[in-house]
């Protein structure tokens, strides 16, 4: 399974970012999977934004709820995140990444990441 991020590289403040991760491979096996969003600002360690559940519950960190909102569609085999006003505290590297939550939940022991892009919050 490979996880591939995708979106513009620069927001502008207040506007929307609007990030994809295509899912390739094992497209048997990913049904059980869950699929979150992850990032890690310039010098700061890795923040958990969110994730969908295999079931398609969503879970998103209660500090990012409010502006947050992850979607999957799998016929296109991928996932998205949405993130709403976004202000010069959210440049950071998103990842995306996905687990086998099926046996013992969302654990955030990832098994497969995305190589991470690049998100520039500037007018």
């Known amino acids: 399974v490979q996880l591939q991020e995708s979106g513009p590289g620069l927001v502008k403040p207040s506007q929307t970012l609007s990030l994809t991760c295509a899912v390739s491979g094992g497209s048997d096996t990913t049904n059980g999977y869950s699929w979150s969003w992850i990032r890690q600002p310039p010098g700061k360690g890795l923040e958990w934004i969110g994730y969908?559940?295999?079931?398609?519950?969503?879970y998103y960190s209660p500090s990012l709820e409010s502006r947050t909102s992850i979607s999957r569609d799998r016929s296109n085999n991928q996932f998205s995140l949405l993130l709403s006003s976004v202000t010069p505290e959210d440049p950071a590297v998103y990842y995306c990444a996905g687990e086998n939550s099926v046996v013992a939940g969302v654990t955030g022991y990832f098994e497969v990441w995305g190589q991470g892009t690049l998100v520039t919050v500037s007018s």
């Open positions: 969908i559940h295999y079931s398609g519950n969503t």
